[in-house]
């Protein structure tokens, strides 16, 4: 995704969340029992391609969280994790052959075949 294609909201944050992505942290949340929850949205090294994306419910934000808000709901990144992240959104994907998180990172110039494994330059 180009600078001049991503949601207003990523690059006035840094970081975008979509409604789809919204709804499906809330039904998340609510299934197991966290209903206002946010979602982590973290970048660890290591995966096939060098990075790896990590996905979790947290009650709270850590002191140097940006806290993106949408349609009710919070998505935490951290300070580092944002440096690999400037830019991206996050989504939500489903398919015949499975449903999940997708983040549409433009910094990414490579990926692996699960699609929670990237590199970049």
Known sequence: ????TQAPEAA?????????????????AARE????????????AGGCSGFHYRFGLEAAAQPDDLVVE???????????????????ELD???ALI???FVVRNPQAVSGCGCGVS???A
């Open 1 to 4: 995704m180009s600078a001049d």
């Open 12 to 28: 006035a944050t840094g970081f975008g969340v979509t409604p789809a992505a919204a709804v499906q942290i809330a039904a998340i």
């Open 33 to 44: 029992g966290q209903p206002g929850a946010g979602l982590r949205v973290a970048v660890d």
């Open 70 to 88: 949408r349609d009710g709901i919070r998505v935490f990144v951290d300070a580092v994790s944002l440096d690999l992240l400037v830019g991206s």
């Open 92 to 94: 939500w994907n489903e």
């Open 98 to 100: 499975g449903a999940h």
């Open 118 to 120: 990237f590199a970049v």
